[in-house]
Nanobody, 117 residues
Framework: QVQLVESGGGLVQPGGSLRLSCTAS????????MGWYRQAPGKQRELVAA???????NYADSVKGRFTISRDNGKNTVYLQMNSLKPDDTAVYYC???????????WGQGTQVTVSS
């Protein structure tokens, strides 16, 4: 049974930083593309950052230069370092795993990030 467990969310002031973590179990982590999505109230879920199984990353334009996605295949964990946070970054952040060959998709339960003074 695949599980993705996020941690690291919380309340932070504008300009602050947070690091989210997502640890996977029940899957061969290194062969999955991993991503972070977010959903703000009243908005659709959107891709924030992605890390391909074979290497390579991509980011939403709104977070380029501020957020960094990384992964540790030995720890089955993907991270999202978020710097220079803005109120518009407030959302529930979800970890996602995607197997590009068989199409399997898994989601974590989400972690709340609130950017407010």
């Amino acid at each position: 049974q695949v599980q993705l467990v996020e941690s690291g969310g919380g309340l932070v002031q504008p300009g602050g930083s947070l690091r989210l973590s997502c640890t996977a179990s029940g899957m061969i982590f290194r062969i999955y593309d991993m991503g972070w999505y977010r959903q703000a109230p009243g908005k659709q879920r959107e891709l924030v950052a992605a890390s391909a199984s074979g290497g390579g990353t991509n980011y939403a334009d709104s977070v380029k230069g501020r957020f960094t996605i990384s992964r540790d295949n030995g720890k089955n964990t993907v991270y999202l370092q978020m710097n220079s946070l803005k109120p518009d970054d407030t959302a529930v952040y979800y970890c996602n795993a995607h197997h590009r060959w068989n199409g399997a998709v898994y989601w974590g339960q989400g972690t709340q990030v609130t950017v407010s003074s």
